[in-house]
């Protein structure tokens, strides 16, 4: 049955027609709220329950009830009722007591019903019934309407408050007030400078690029809001951008967790730096966060979090200056030899094993020996001793930080070659 049959509804469907008078619709809302109020589930805040809000929501209720009621054509519903339950949800009452209002005012309207009706009238039972039916669906969808509406520009509005407070942190400010919503300003933040892998979809050619690094996106913010109860102040872009933590919401221990949770949602990898900061601080945090992000991406060490002190020395290195020239000329002469600055940069990245060098390298162990040596002959530094390859390291990373190494990861060859390298070396 239709909005457009319950029009047609045949009249006199009740014996005693109900009134649809203003003291007839105040004596079933007054009915509806005192159910409400003794009704188990929500007896706890019936105060808060039974405000002028939800009284609103029964009359609007009642009044197209009793024109059902009385087979008389029924005005959209919408407008009115929408109204009633967008002032519930702006005063915070859940939605489940509007519907329940609902309910309850169905019950109280087919009780008065059968109280009028003839019991030879089968005919007037079932019309009246089908009309609550089909109102309680048309009620349903009004006040679902009305809480996602409602819903969708409160979170716009803290969306811009966020936003504004972001912005402000970043730009220098401590306090913000955004819109009509004043956000706190926590002590101290986490500032996170993240940077987002493409997707595997994004390189696929019939697929739009842009709708699968939007998704991606979308995947984190939803599991950032989630994970941190909407706590976290972020401004991201499909390639990564900046995120503030307060210190309450997260642990520096649980920020490994968090990584590996936004890395899960964008389905990639995902690189971040981190640096703590007092509310002041946050410009300065948040540079130096990007700086050294910058670093370990151009250092090749792949996806995960990392803290400023843990590569405080890689960050100093990869400062412009002519500390940083002067280091990175010590290894000219190894520019007309590259398997030999490949072979300098696995020796180090394999924590200075010249087997597991040979078997990055696919070359025997005596190979590596040999190129070590022809280093420490064009170099004037000998790899093989702390003070060498303390200058030799401190170059490459200097040379790294600004000619980004190559995004292969390091990897050990199958087993089946490691097998051979070791017999080799037997």
Same mark, same amino acid.
């Given at each position: 049955?239709?909005?457009?049959?319950?029009?047609?509804?045949?009249?006199?469907?009740?014996?005693?027609?109900?009134?649809?008078?203003?003291?007839?619709?105040?004596?079933?809302?007054?009915?509806?709220?005192?159910?409400?109020?003794?009704?188990?589930?929500?007896?706890?805040?019936?105060?808060?329950?039974?405000?002028?809000?939800?009284?609103?929501?029964?009359?609007?209720?009642?009044?197209?009830?009793?024109?059902?009621?009385?087979?008389?054509?029924?005005?959209?519903?919408?407008?009115?009722?929408?109204?009633?339950?967008?002032?519930?949800?702006?005063?915070?009452?859940?939605?489940?007591?509007?519907?329940?209002?609902?309910?309850?005012?169905?019950?109280?309207?087919?009780?008065?019903?059968?109280?009028?009706?003839?019991?030879?009238?089968?005919?007037?039972?079932?019309?009246?019934?089908?009309?609550?039916?089909?109102?309680?669906?048309?009620?349903?969808?009004?006040?679902?309407?009305?809480?996602?509406?409602?819903?969708?520009?409160?979170?716009?509005?803290?969306?811009?408050?966020?936003?504004?407070?972001?912005?402000?942190?970043?730009?220098?400010?401590?306090?913000?007030?955004?819109?009509?919503?004043?956000?706190?300003?926590?002590?101290?933040?986490?500032?996170?400078?993240?940077?987002?892998?493409?997707?595997?979809?994004?390189?696929?050619?019939?697929?739009?690029?842009?709708?699968?690094?939007?998704?991606?996106?979308?995947?984190?913010?939803?599991?950032?809001?989630?994970?941190?109860?909407?706590?976290?102040?972020?401004?991201?872009?499909?390639?990564?951008?900046?995120?503030?933590?307060?210190?309450?919401?997260?642990?520096?221990?649980?920020?490994?967790?968090?990584?590996?949770? @936004?890395?899960? #949602?964008?389905?990639?990898?995902?690189?971040?730096?981190?640096?703590? !900061?007092? *509310?002041?601080?946050? $410009? %300065? +945090?948040?540079?130096?966060?990007?700086?050294?992000?910058?670093?370990?991406?151009?250092?090749?060490?792949?996806?995960?979090?990392?803290?400023?002190?843990?590569?405080?020395?890689?960050?100093?290195?990869?400062?412009?200056?002519?500390?940083?020239?002067?280091?990175?000329?010590?290894?000219?002469?190894?520019?007309?030899?590259?398997?030999?600055?490949?072979?300098?940069?696995?020796?180090?990245?394999?924590?200075?094993?010249?087997?597991?060098?040979?078997?990055?390298?696919?070359?025997?162990?005596?190979?590596?020996?040999?190129?070590?040596?022809?280093?420490?002959?064009?170099?004037?530094?000998?790899?093989?001793?702390?003070?060498?390859?303390?200058? @030799?390291?401190? #170059?490459?990373?200097?040379?790294?930080?600004?000619?980004?190494?190559? !995004?292969? *990861?390091?990897?050990? $060859? %199958? +087993?089946?070659?490691?097998?051979?390298?070791?017999?080799?070396?037997?």
């Amino acid at each position: 049955m239709t909005i457009d049959s319950l029009a047609r509804l045949e009249p006199h469907a009740l014996k005693q027609p109900m009134s649809p008078s203003v003291r007839e619709v105040d004596t079933l809302t007054r009915i509806v709220l005192a159910r409400l109020a003794e009704s188990a589930e929500i007896s706890e805040q019936s105060e808060q329950f039974i405000a002028a809000d939800i009284k609103n929501v029964v009359r609007a209720c009642a009044e197209l009830m009793i024109q059902g009621m009385n087979g008389g054509p029924l005005p959209c519903p919408a407008e009115r009722l929408e109204n009633a339950a967008a002032g519930c949800a702006r005063a915070d009452i859940p939605i489940d007591a509007v519907l329940s209002a609902i309910r309850t005012g169905s019950t109280v309207v087919l009780d008065q019903m059968f109280a009028r009706t003839s019991p030879a009238n089968c005919g007037g039972v079932h019309t009246a019934t089908m009309t609550i039916l089909e109102l309680s669906k048309v009620f349903t969808a009004a006040v679902g309407m009305a809480y996602v509406r409602e819903r969708r520009a409160e979170a716009a509005e803290q969306q811009t408050a966020a936003h504004s407070l972001t912005s402000a942190l970043l730009a220098g400010t401590s306090t913000a007030t955004a819109g009509a919503r004043e956000l706190p300003v926590a002590d101290r933040y986490f500032v996170l400078a993240l940077g987002l892998a493409a997707h595997p979809d994004e390189s696929r050619p019939h697929l739009d690029r842009q709708v699968v690094a939007r998704r991606k996106l979308r995947r984190v913010q939803a599991e950032l809001a989630t994970v941190l109860t909407g706590e976290a102040l972020s401004l991201l872009s499909v390639d990564g951008g900046t995120v503030l933590v307060p210190s309450t919401a997260a642990t520096d221990s649980e920020l490994e967790g968090l990584v590996g949770e @936004l890395s899960r #949602a964008a389905q990639t990898p995902i690189t971040v730096t981190v640096v703590t !900061a007092c *509310p002041h601080e946050v $410009p %300065a +945090a948040a540079h130096l966060a990007h700086e050294l992000l910058d670093t370990v991406q151009h250092l090749g060490l792949g996806p995960g979090l990392y803290r400023f002190t843990e590569l405080a020395l890689q960050y100093q290195l990869t400062r412009p200056g002519i500390a940083r020239d002067a280091l990175e000329t010590q290894l000219t002469p190894l520019d007309e030899h590259p398997d030999l600055l490949e072979t300098l940069r696995i020796y180090i990245a394999a924590n200075l094993s010249r087997v597991r060098t040979a078997r990055l390298l696919d070359v025997h162990p005596n190979t590596v020996d040999y190129r070590l040596r022809r280093i420490a002959g064009l170099t004037g530094f000998d790899p093989s001793q702390t003070t060498g390859l303390w200058y @030799l390291h401190s #170059a490459l990373v200097a040379r790294m930080g600004r000619h980004p190494t190559p !995004a292969t *990861p390091l990897s050990l $060859p %199958a +087993a089946h070659d490691t097998n051979r390298l070791d017999s080799d070396c037997a």
